[in-house]
């Protein structure tokens, strides 16, 4: 299917009002040196009614209101406002957001029957190959697409150096509350500088080094696998001695376990194998330390390994994985944020590149959207049909193995964003375990509607 995209206008959307003077420069804590990808991309899918020509005639009051209440959210989180000044601070200039208006020539109820997902970038404001963290570049990007049926999809790209996951998903609230004109709005706390202040990007560079290592050349695909609960549940099952085990950390111990079958269908043999989790800090700290909707890059990263030679039950990687993030409590944030927090970052960080980094070594990056909410924005018209990621980018030739979590609309299961290289994507896709309990690349339209 052919979907040409057409840039309409750009212009820049200000915040309603200005920031005061002792706020213009923000610092940037030591975590939001973690991750050194330029950006956090979500795309949001409004499917237009089917034959519902009143749709079209509504796009330009949306398009204003969108406008509208972005200028008012954006004095609130006003950082997001601003331009990235250097390493260490964004400068709070009142500039406003890059916002994108574009056109595209299919309906988007036939895109989404199967969609493309090498040409999800396209509905993006900004590249994501290219250094956009660089200084004097935009913080905030919006795109916002209009499909010839009056569907609408919005692609958000917020720099990694002031949000991840948790803290897109309390912009993205704040934005769609301030769209419907509700009396109680979600207030950012922009506390994360205070939690871990620094006067150094020494994170980054080793973050930078660590994340290399990782990287590898290939032939880059991304496919979906959806688990429905109740595979889950067949899963978790399985796995007796692990009876607290979360969703989150079933699916990814059977994709795992999944990658290691791939890896010896390949190599002859059951190699070495290391997979990481980013893990959302702000459920593991007291909530008088760090209140709701805080800001910033509150993550860190937890590893588990299997260096065994034979086949491992899903039960014991379960294990592995449940014992890894468990490590992270409000003990370990202590820690982290104590005397010891410099060490205990580079001895992490640098286990993780050197055993990661080694040929013989298989190894598999995850990252959770799950419990984010983002099927909640509702600006006025409904809430989304799908919300997605970026699939593989055919200019990029190096990347690693990453999978994404998130949830799905009915909050009925999860959806699994895998991205590998082709060769070892043709041994998952046939795997015959994986298929039992899961659903290659179902379409967004039936995963919508209600059994």
Same mark, same amino acid.
């Given at each position: 299917?052919?979907?040409?995209? $057409?840039?309409?206008?750009?212009?820049?959307?200000?915040?309603?009002?200005?920031?005061?003077? @002792?706020?213009? /420069?923000?610092?940037?804590?030591?975590?939001?040196?973690?991750?050194?990808?330029?950006?956090?991309?979500?795309?949001?899918?409004?499917?237009?009614?089917?034959?519902?020509?009143?749709?079209?005639?509504?796009?330009?009051?949306?398009? $204003?209101?969108? %406008?509208?209440?972005?200028?008012?959210?954006?004095?609130?989180?006003?950082?997001?406002?601003?331009?990235?000044?250097?390493?260490?601070?964004? &400068?709070?200039?009142?500039?406003?957001?890059?916002? /994108?208006?574009?056109?595209?020539?299919?309906?988007?109820? &036939?895109?989404?029957?199967?969609?493309?997902?090498?040409?999800?970038?396209?509905?993006?404001?900004?590249?994501?190959?290219?250094?956009?963290?660089?200084?004097?570049?935009?913080?905030?990007?919006?795109? /916002?697409?209009?499909?010839?049926?009056?569907?609408?999809?919005?692609?958000?790209?917020?720099? @990694?150096?002031?949000?991840?996951?948790?803290?897109?998903?309390?912009?993205?609230?704040?934005?769609?509350?301030?769209?419907?004109?509700?009396?109680?709005?979600?207030?950012?706390? =922009?506390?994360?500088?205070?939690? =871990?202040?620094?006067?150094?990007?020494?994170?980054?560079?080793?973050?930078?080094?660590?994340?290399?290592? !990782?990287?590898?050349?290939?032939?880059?695909?991304?496919?979906?696998?959806?688990?429905?609960?109740?595979?889950? *549940?067949?899963?978790? *099952?399985?796995?007796?001695?692990?009876?607290?085990?979360?969703?989150?950390?079933? /699916?990814?111990?059977?994709?795992? %376990?999944?990658?290691?079958?791939?890896?010896?269908?390949?190599?002859?043999?059951?190699?070495?194998?290391?997979?990481?989790?980013?893990?959302?800090?702000?459920?593991?700290?007291?909530?008088?330390?760090?209140?709701? @909707? *805080?800001?910033?890059?509150?993550?860190?990263?937890?590893?588990?390994?299997?260096?065994?030679? @034979? &086949?491992?039950?899903? #039960?014991?990687?379960?294990?592995? !994985?449940?014992?890894?993030?468990?490590?992270?409590?409000?003990?370990?944030? #202590? #820690?982290?944020?104590?005397?010891?927090?410099?060490?205990?970052?580079?001895?992490? !960080?640098?286990?993780?590149? $050197?055993?990661?980094?080694?040929?013989?070594?298989?190894?598999?990056?995850?990252?959770?959207?799950?419990?984010?909410? =983002?099927?909640?924005?509702? =600006?006025?018209?409904?809430?989304?049909?799908?919300?997605?990621?970026?699939?593989?980018?055919?200019?990029?030739?190096?990347?690693?193995?990453?999978?994404? !979590?998130?949830?799905?609309?009915?909050?009925?299961?999860? $959806?699994?964003?895998?991205?590998?290289?082709?060769?070892?994507?043709?041994?998952?896709?046939?795997?015959? #375990?994986?298929?039992?309990?899961?659903?290659?690349?179902?379409?967004?339209?039936?995963?919508?509607?209600?059994?």
């Amino acid at each position: 299917m052919k979907v040409d995209v $057409e840039i309409i206008s750009r212009e820049d959307v200000r915040p309603s009002s200005p920031t005061p003077t @002792h706020l213009r /420069v923000f610092k940037l804590s030591l975590l939001d040196h973690l991750i050194p990808s330029p950006y956090a991309p979500i795309i949001l899918y409004y499917n237009s009614p089917k034959d519902d020509t009143t749709y079209l005639s509504e796009v330009p009051n949306r398009l $204003e209101l969108l %406008k509208k209440s972005l200028s008012k959210t954006l004095t609130q989180f006003y950082p997001l406002g601003g331009k990235i000044k250097e390493d260490l601070s964004i &400068e709070c200039n009142d500039e406003g957001a890059n916002f /994108v208006q574009a056109k595209v020539k299919c309906p988007l109820g &036939e895109f989404l029957v199967q969609p493309q997902l090498t040409l999800l970038h396209k509905f993006l404001p900004s590249d994501l190959v290219s250094a956009g963290s660089n200084s004097g570049t935009y913080v905030t990007n919006i795109q /916002v697409n209009i499909f010839e049926c009056g569907g609408i999809v919005i692609g958000v790209c917020i720099s @990694h150096r002031i949000v991840d996951g948790a803290a897109l998903s309390t912009f993205i609230k704040g934005w769609t509350e301030r769209a419907k004109g509700c009396n109680q709005l979600t207030q950012p706390n =922009f506390i994360a500088s205070s939690l =871990f202040p620094t006067n150094s990007p020494w994170l980054r560079g080793l973050s930078m080094w660590m994340w290399g290592s !990782l990287f590898k050349q290939g032939n880059w695909v991304t496919r979906r696998f959806l688990f429905r609960n109740s595979d889950i *549940a067949s899963l978790k *099952a399985q796995t007796l001695g692990t009876a607290n085990s979360t969703r989150l950390e079933i /699916v990814s111990s059977m994709l795992w %376990k999944s990658l290691m079958g791939v890896s010896k269908a390949r190599f002859g043999t059951q190699r070495p194998s290391l997979v990481t989790h980013l893990m959302n800090l702000r459920r593991r700290m007291d909530e008088t330390l760090c209140p709701q @909707h *805080a800001m910033g890059n509150l993550l860190w990263l937890v590893a588990a390994e299997n260096m065994s030679d @034979h &086949e491992m039950e899903l #039960e014991e990687l379960v294990g592995k !994985l449940r014992s890894a993030i468990s490590k992270v409590d409000d003990k370990f944030v #202590e #820690e982290l944020r104590g005397d010891k927090g410099r060490s205990i970052m580079q001895e992490s !960080l640098r286990a993780i590149g $050197e055993m990661g980094s080694k040929s013989e070594v298989d190894y598999c990056g995850f990252s959770s959207w799950c419990n984010f909410g =983002f099927y909640e924005a509702d =600006f006025g018209w409904g809430k989304p049909t799908w919300v997605s990621g970026v699939g593989s980018i055919d200019s990029v030739s190096v990347f690693m193995n990453l999978i994404i !979590l998130v949830d799905t609309r009915l909050g009925d299961g999860i $959806e699994a964003w895998v991205t590998l290289d082709v060769k070892d994507m043709n041994h998952l896709e046939a795997n015959p #375990e994986l298929l039992s309990c899961a659903t290659l690349d179902p379409s967004p339209i039936s995963m919508s509607s209600v059994a």
